[in-house]
């Protein structure tokens, strides 16, 4: 199978090799094409054939061999964007280095959720943890009493994982698209010189034409469901965004149509945008722990600013009662003291004093 964007750059497809020690990564496409591989399958021999309208890439003997850069590349590629293609179309295949064979998501987090680049310029990510400069939690989270950070990453998990902070998302997205429609409605009359394309213009009608169909046919706020929020784990607006860093802010020559201020109309969104997919794909997925600690969740580098409300304790701790008092909320309860002393009571019932050692019995609400 292909893995994407092992080590491989915008428009580039990857494969993973897993029979060698260390494994091997080769990304690999064509120059000048649009180099969106539709499938890979295992050949003969555990050789590895990817296909792009019949254009085979193979893998065999420890080697990645792209196809012969003759005449019928012209007939079974597509040239990426343009109505002819600006230089001959060039099979490649390439080793990536193994630094970077065992890099967790979280090592290229600390810039990736930030934007780092000059007015006018893409988004980029870094790589951050190297063997001199490995990835260090805060000194205020490693401080922090182990109850504190329990509770809190509670707290971040359920919401991060909740409906409405991936429809505050597609509500950023929303803002996010307008910008670039803006934008793209100015461009498209642009005369300015481009070295590429002739004019600015003819580079945002281009973009027009390829991209902005798949952006225009993204969800908007509303079209999810919050009674099956958790069938859209796998299809969410929070998978699809990365992609636009793949494919228009990694390279940035998607996007160079645009002026100054637009660019930076344009990050205004995409920065909290970007921070706020990736919270959400990191807690469906289960990927905030690196290095055997899921703390990283904690640290705002990561995650972008939190509100924390003033009640947000009350909203993972257990509410809790005395003995005696009337239960504000049906379900089950367990004795502070004992946790196999439970009971299942309706609203308004009142709990037994169990002569605890600390003269009071607490009961705690532990669920439905």
Known sequence: ?????????????????????????????????????????????????ALKRNVRFIYAGGRRTPPPADNDLWSNIKPTMFETPVEKLVPYARECPRAREQRHPLSARREAARPSRAAGQPLRKCNMSTADNPLQLPAHIKAMPEEEKRLRKEWLKRKFASFEYHEELVRLHEQWRNALRKALQRAVHDRTPDPDCGTKGQAARNFERTYWPIIERKPKPGDYKPELWDKYYATGMFRSIPDYSRYLLSEGDMLDWMTEDEHTELTKYWTPMARMAQNIRYTVDDMWSYEGTDDWILDQT???????????????????????????????????????????????????????????????????
């Open 302 to 368: 990561y995650t972008g600013p939190i509100d924390w409300p003033d009640n947000w304790r009350t909203e993972v701790s257990p509410p809790r009662i005395k003995a005696g008092e009337p239960v504000p909320q049906g379900g089950v309860w367990q004795s502070v003291d004992d946790h196999k002393r439970q009971l299942r009571v309706h609203a308004g019932e009142r709990l037994p004093d169990l002569g605890s050692a600390y003269g009071i019995t607490l009961w705690e609400r532990i669920g439905d």
């Open 1 to 49: 199978m292909t893995l994407r964007r092992a080590c491989a750059q915008r428009d580039e497809a990857a494969l993973l090799d897993l029979g060698t020690t260390p494994p091997r990564v080769f990304a690999f496409g064509v120059k000048a094409a649009d180099n969106e591989f539709h499938w890979a399958s295992w050949g003969k021999r555990r050789s590895v054939i």
